[in-house]
Structures are given as structure tokens and as C-alpha cells.
């Protein structure tokens, strides 16, 4: 499912016949470092509108996602997470990784870590 914000899983089964859940892998494991990337950096940088946006926002994707989890998937199976409606509701925590990093350029980051060595 996070590798869909990256790589739509239908595009990926056309371009690999049938063994396209091997290959959803890399961009689900990019996707998954840039969400503890973006709870480390909320839970160590100084808050702005920007950042509270994001994280806000981010809460509330995990919450859509595990609605669709908790009462889809029983019913639907594992494809249905698939669907372009829900693939375009994953794009959400793209949007607030880029929110993050509007809120708290990287600069800043770099500042914190000259300070912490």
C-alpha cells in the first residue's frame, strides 16, 4: 500500500507480468523511511503552522487507512487497497512530507546536527 504513492500497482503488473508485489517493495520501503523520517523530524524540530499542518494531516491518513483496513479489507481482500480512489487518498502523506519539509527546511536540520557533533 505505501508503495502505491510512488508506483501505481496496475502500472507495475503491466510492466512486469504478474510479479509486480516483489517489485512494490522498493518504493514501499522508500515511502516507509520518509514516514519515520518525517516523526523524527516532527518530534524534534520547533513546530510552525506549516509542521502542525502536516502532522495533523498525516494523523489523519493513518486514520482513513486503518478504516479501510479495519472494515474493507476483511470483506474485499488485500487488491482492494489497490483502487485508484484509495491509491489518489495515499497520495496524502506525499503531500505532507512536503509540507514537513516547507515547515522545517533542511538547513535548519543541518544547523542541529553541526550543533549535536
Do not use: K
Not at 507495475?12 to 507480468?17: A, K, S, T, V
Not at 504478474?18 to 522498493?26: E, H, K, M, N, V
Not at 520518509?34 to 524534534?44: D, Q
Not at 489518489?88 to 557533533?117: I, K
Amino acid at each position: 500500500m505505501l508503495g502505491s504513492t510512488l508506483a501505481q500497482f496496475n502500472s507495475l503488473e503491466r510492466c512486469f507480468l504478474g510479479a509486480a508485489r516483489p517489485w512494490q517493495a522498493l518504493p514501499a520501503t522508500v515511502v516507509a523511511g520518509a514516514h519515520m523520517w518525517f516523526w523524527w523530524r516532527a518530534l524534534r524540530c520547533t513546530w510552525n503552522l506549516s509542521v502542525f499542518h502536516a502532522v495533523a494531516i498525516m494523523l489523519l491518513f493513518y486514520g482513513l487507512v486503518t478504516g479501510i483496513v479495519y472494515a474493507r479489507l476483511p470483506v474485499y481482500g488485500i487488491n482492494y487497497l489497490d483502487e485508484l480512489r484509495y491509491v489518489s487518498m495515499y497520495l496524502l502523506s506525499n503531500v505532507d512530507l512536503v509540507l514537513m519539509l516547507l515547515g522545517q527546511p533542511l538547513r535548519d536540520a543541518r544547523r542541529w546536527l553541526r550543533a549535536a557533533a
